[in-house]
Nanobody
């Protein structure tokens, strides 16, 4: 099995910064794509950013320039640096993985999420 754990959420003032982390462990052969999604109250879950093992990134258009995704392939970890935060960034942020397991099976996994609240 694969475990996915997010950390780094919390309360931050508008204009502030926060860094989220995601750590994956378990029966992992490789992680093709690591990504962040968020789910705000009253809205559908949406893409924040993804990054392939080769370093190709994809961002939600509205977040380009403020959020930066990074990953460490050797450690199976990923981070999301969030700057100039706005109240509308308030959401539960989820780590999502597209994994090849040790049994060579492609599978997807989600973390339980970490809450980010942007408020004065």
């Amino acid at each position: 099995q694969v475990q996915v754990v997010e950390s780094g959420g919390g309360l931050v003032r508008p204009g502030g910064s926060l860094r989220l982390s995601c750590a994956a462990s378990g029966s992992i052969f490789s992680i093709n794509v690591m990504g962040w999604y968020r789910h705000a109250p009253g809205k559908q879950r949406e893409l924040v950013a993804t990054m392939t093992s080769g370093g190709t990134t994809n961002y939600a258009d509205s977040l380009k320039g403020r959020f930066t995704i990074s990953r460490d392939n050797a450690k199976n970890t990923m981070s999301l640096q969030m700057n100039s935060l706005k109240p509308e960034d308030t959401a539960v942020y989820y780590c999502h993985l597209e994994v090849i397991t040790l049994l060579q099976s492609p599978m997807e996994f989600w973390g339980k999420g970490t809450l980010v609240t942007v408020s004065s």
